[in-house]
């Protein structure tokens, strides 16, 4: 590889891809692979606050601040998982990927989707289903994590994407926090009766 | 911004300084592009984010599994630590003597630098974190560690990494290896410390 070449390639890259299938499964729509913006503020504060096992003060999805926990003791037996968690289930809109309809640019310190669209088939809403965790796997030099979530539009009329991001749940605090945020360029819209697939890959190079 | 003029999502770097006995600097590599995270940085994030098991090389190169979720009382920590105490070589920021180039698929510091005062040793201090800050645009977040020669020889420094133990499996895997541009020696009584840098910007 030159040089110049070298110096170009990323070694550290969130990438997403969005696209719409009809009643048939057919892709009538396709942002094609899209390099993210980059982690906000709150990827971070969960970072150092899981090595340092020290709580570090995070603002949540409503905009307040608290303090991450990062060790808990209880007497008795419960489910433990890591320190965050993406894996939302099915009609979950609070968590996981999530979609809005507003354009304004991404900034280290959104906490939140500024206008997410909720889980429903009510207007302006859209079905959420799980989330889904693909297998790992190594192309192109990079070792790839692919997960994704799928949105159905029953509400009876089209519906704008602009914007999409990744949630975790605080597991310790019961806390939601934003971890990734992208607007779409050109947005996307969701007609009736079509779903939406939101797909997310981080992948590193050595 | 042009596209290939964009940054990683996460800017990886690192700084290793040295300092003679009477803490003067008398080495700076300034701040360097890390080479990247290794594969096992994505098999625990998967194993996070996805709440499920998951399995990846430790540092002793076996396939173990990670448990994403464990049904269990008493103290429980956050899926990964780093926080090593002084003395603790097991994990970390680890310092080595190799300067075979890294790989994806490392899973251990090629000649790792123990913990002590004995020939070829160094002593190994606390991890140490800071606090995310903001910096010229950028969200940073950074921990180093020092690593003291109390011994009579000198201790040549090739390679770096980050060990991090993962608390459900109770072992150590490497998330990130760099060999440096230039190793650098560590005299009797000099302490070299190691920093890596994590900064990101949307």
Same mark, same amino acid.
């Given at each position: 590889?030159?040089?110049?070449?070298?110096?170009?390639?990323?070694?550290?890259?969130?990438?997403?891809?969005?696209?719409?299938?009809?009643?048939?499964?057919?892709?009538?729509?396709? #942002?094609?692979?899209?390099? %993210?913006?980059?982690?906000?503020?709150?990827?971070?504060?969960?970072?150092?606050?899981?090595?340092?096992?020290?709580?570090?003060? %995070?603002?949540?999805?409503?905009?307040?601040?608290?303090?991450? @926990?990062?060790?808990?003791?209880?007497?008795? /037996?419960?489910?433990?998982?890591?320190?965050?968690?993406?894996?939302?289930?099915?009609?979950?809109?609070?968590?996981?990927?999530?979609?809005?309809?507003?354009?304004?640019?991404? #900034?280290?310190?959104? $906490?939140?989707?500024?206008?997410?669209?909720?889980?429903?088939?009510?207007?302006?809403?859209?079905?959420?289903?799980?989330?889904?965790?693909?297998?790992?796997?190594?192309?192109?030099?990079? !070792?790839? *994590?692919?997960?994704?979530?799928?949105?159905?539009?029953?509400?009876?009329?089209?519906?704008?994407?602009?914007?999409?991001?990744?949630?975790?749940?605080?597991?310790?605090?019961?806390?939601?926090?934003?971890?990734?945020?992208?607007?779409?360029?050109?947005?996307?819209?969701?007609?009736?009766?079509? =779903?939406?697939?939101?797909?997310?890959?981080?992948?590193?190079?050595? | 911004?042009?596209?290939?003029?964009?940054?990683?999502?996460?800017?990886?770097?690192?700084?290793?300084?040295?300092?003679?006995? /009477?803490? +003067?600097?008398?080495?700076?590599?300034?701040?360097?592009?890390? /080479?990247?995270? !290794?594969?096992? $940085?994505?098999?625990?994030?998967?194993?996070?984010?996805?709440?499920?098991?998951?399995?990846?090389?430790?540092? =002793?190169? #076996?396939?173990?599994?990670?448990?994403?979720?464990?049904?269990?009382?008493?103290?429980?920590?956050?899926?990964?630590?780093?926080?090593?105490? &002084?003395?603790?070589?097991?994990?970390?920021?680890?310092?080595?003597?190799?300067?075979?180039?890294?790989?994806?698929?490392?899973?251990?510091?090629?000649?790792?630098?123990?913990?002590?005062?004995?020939?070829?040793?160094?002593?190994?201090?606390?991890? *140490?974190?800071?606090?995310? @800050?903001?910096?010229?645009?950028?969200?940073?977040?950074?921990?180093?560690?020092?690593?003291?020669?109390?011994?009579?020889?000198?201790?040549?420094?090739? &390679?770096?990494?980050?060990?991090?133990?993962?608390? +459900?499996?109770?072992?150590?895997?490497?998330?990130?290896?760099?060999?440096?541009?230039?190793?650098? @020696?560590?005299?009797?009584?000099?302490?070299?410390?190691?920093?890596?840098?994590?900064? #990101?910007?949307?």
């Amino acid at each position: 590889m030159k040089e110049k070449d070298k110096k170009k390639e990323k070694r550290i890259m969130t990438e997403f891809r969005v696209f719409v299938t009809d009643e048939k499964g057919k892709v009538v729509r396709d #942002t094609g692979t899209k390099e %993210c913006k980059s982690f906000v503020k709150q990827f971070l504060v969960y970072i150092v606050t899981d090595l340092s096992v020290h709580s570090r003060t %995070c603002k949540d999805v409503n905009g307040a601040e608290f303090d991450m @926990t990062a060790q808990r003791y209880s007497l008795s /037996k419960y489910h433990k998982r890591g320190l965050i968690s993406a894996n939302a289930p099915a009609e979950d809109d609070s968590y996981g990927i999530q979609v809005g309809r507003n354009d304004t640019p991404p #900034t280290n310190e959104d $906490f939140r989707l500024q206008e997410k669209i909720d889980h429903g088939d009510e207007s302006g809403q859209l079905e959420y289903d799980n989330m889904m965790f693909l297998d790992i796997n190594i192309s192109g030099g990079y !070792v790839k *994590l692919p997960f994704m979530r799928t949105f159905y539009n029953n509400s009876g009329a089209t519906i704008t994407v602009k914007e999409i991001g990744l949630v975790a749940r605080v597991n310790f605090d019961n806390k939601y926090c934003l971890l990734l945020r992208d607007v779409l360029s050109p947005p996307i819209d969701v007609e009736q009766g079509k =779903t939406l697939t939101v797909q997310y890959i981080i992948k590193t190079k050595v | 911004m042009e596209k290939e003029e964009m940054e990683d999502s996460i800017v990886l770097a690192y700084r290793v300084t040295k300092q003679d006995k /009477k803490k +003067h600097i008398i080495y700076d590599s300034g701040i360097v592009p890390s /080479k990247s995270f !290794v594969r096992q $940085f994505i098999d625990c994030m998967k194993v996070e984010l996805s709440d499920t098991d998951g399995s990846a090389k430790d540092v =002793t190169g #076996t396939e173990v599994n990670m448990p994403g979720d464990i049904y269990a009382a008493e103290y429980h920590y956050g899926l990964h630590r780093a926080d090593a105490s &002084e003395h603790n070589d097991d994990y970390g920021i680890l310092v080595g003597a190799s300067d075979t180039p890294p790989d994806n698929s490392d899973c251990v510091l090629y000649s790792p630098i123990h913990d002590g005062s004995e020939s070829g040793e160094l002593e190994y201090g606390e991890m *140490l974190f800071h606090d995310v @800050t903001e910096e010229s645009g950028y969200i940073e977040a950074s921990m180093r560690r020092i690593f003291y020669n109390g011994g009579t020889e000198n201790v040549v420094v090739k &390679e770096i990494g980050l060990v991090v133990n993962q608390t +459900h499996a109770n072992k150590n895997f490497l998330w990130i290896r760099d060999v440096l541009d230039t190793p650098v @020696t560590v005299e009797p009584a000099q302490t070299l410390t190691v920093q890596y840098i994590m900064k #990101t910007k949307a």
